[in-house]
């Protein structure tokens, strides 16, 4: 990182310190209600909520069922929701189907499901190049799918969010919801990345 | 508006940058914007996007997204009149400190926003339906991307009416339509350079589509 950078870095978060102090002063925010939402995403919202919907989804056709046809509902079954989820499409890879999300004009993103997006989701090679060339991006981020699989991007341009329902491991019969749960990575809800098998 | 931010399709951004065990914020400015901008939100989202696009595109790219969103958010208090310009320097130059809360506040609930309206006219294209897309290129705010104008594709599946982000962003109110999950053949959209055994779904307003043969 050059010096330039640093001194911008540092130029950028006195610019916002000075923002909040002045917004502070003039009622306009209160900072502990600011904490509180920093610590909210933080800490009580992330991809553990989406491996969870996806375990049981696993585990209990009837949920899958639901999940898939009432995605809303079932969700707000397992107590999840909220910002930037209130229109949810659950879409299932399966043998010869791989779903992968993407919002090209922002980074639209399922919040209460997923948490807040990794910045590689937000960066301009992914939102431009994800639609035109997913077979390359997918290989270079470590899933290589063979030409018979068909790929479905999934580009959020409106207010719909779309959670990508994994395929169940090889090797995870005997796992329990929590421990297929632990399995499942925020990268393969979005679809960049495919769930492992349980390491012995 | 044919804005930087219309990245589907476009070449040169490079090799897609992960970072393993990426913290939700890396440095605290971005988790103050996320939340000052959070705190206040029951805003117009359609027009809280379209400002971000308004950014010119240096800006848009320089300091990542919560660079944008600051920069947004900054014009935006500006504009309305809560802050200017020189209080802000001023503050800057005084070495600002950021304020420290007092007692906490109460715990945060994520609430969803409902974009469903009703609306009297049923649908006006159905499921399995060919449609084309129109050369739809305002000045202002749209979410039918540059990538998927004039592009043939068939209706996947038929949503409520939602607000029209066209007319909400600019204040012309809600104006609801149906919003149509619309599947194009990578073929279609990108000639060739296009994947095989790809498709794209595109959630598009009504407005946006005519049917075609």
């Known amino acids: ?200 | 508006m044919n804005g930087i931010h219309d990245m589907g399709g476009m070449h040169g951004f490079g090799k897609v940058e992960v970072e393993d065990n990426e913290p939700v914020f890396h440095e605290r400015w971005e988790a103050r914007v996320f939340g000052m901008i959070q705190s206040l939100s029951g805003g117009n989202i359609d027009a809280g996007r379209h400002s971000i696009e308004r950014l010119d595109p240096v800006s848009y790219l320089k300091n990542g997204y919560y660079g944008r969103w600051l920069a947004a958010f900054e014009r935006g208090l500006i504009g309305g009149g809560a802050l200017t310009q020189d209080e802000i320097e001023t503050r800057m130059k005084a070495g600002a400190s950021a304020p420290h809360a007092t007692a906490p506040a109460s715990r945060w609930h994520s609430r969803a926003t409902d974009y469903v309206r009703k609306v009297d006219a049923p649908p006006a294209f159905a499921t399995g339906q060919a449609v084309i897309t129109r050369n739809h290129q305002p000045q202002g705010h749209t979410r039918l991307p540059a990538y998927a104008r004039c592009r043939r594709g068939l209706i996947a599946r038929v949503h409520p009416a939602m607000i029209f982000p066209d007319d909400h962003a600019h204040g012309r109110g809600e104006n609801p339509q149906y919003l149509y999950t619309v599947r194009f053949a990578a073929g279609e959209l990108w000639g060739d350079a296009a994947d095989a055994n790809s498709v794209v779904h595109i959630d598009l307003f009504e407005s946006y589509l005519e049917a075609t043969a």
């Open chain 1, 1 to 200: 990182m050059s010096h330039d950078h640093d001194h911008e870095d540092a130029d950028i978060a006195l610019r916002v310190e000075a923002i909040e102090s002045l917004l502070t002063e003039k009622g306009i925010i209160d900072t502990a209600t600011v904490d509180e939402i920093v610590r909210y995403y933080e800490q009580d919202v992330g991809p553990l909520n989406g491996a969870s919907i996806v375990a049981r989804a696993w585990t209990d056709p009837a949920y899958r069922t639901r999940l898939l046809n009432s995605p809303d509902l079932a969700i707000a079954e397992m107590g999840y929701g909220g910002t930037e989820a209130s229109r949810m499409v659950v879409v299932a890879n399966e043998p010869k189907v791989h779903n992968v999300v993407v919002c090209t004009l922002c980074s639209c993103y399922p919040w209460a499901v997923l948490g807040l997006p990794p910045t590689w989701y937000k960066s301009p090679a992914y939102r431009s190049r994800i639609v035109r060339e997913p077979r390359a991006v997918l290989r270079e981020m470590g899933v290589d799918l063979p030409e018979d699989v068909e790929i479905r991007v999934w580009d959020s341009s409106a207010e719909v969010r779309y959670l990508v329902l994994p395929e169940r491991p090889a090797g995870s019969e005997a796992l329990s919801p929590a421990e297929l749960a632990a399995l499942v990575t925020r990268d393969a809800m979005i679809g960049t990345a495919k769930v492992p098998g349980p390491t012995k």
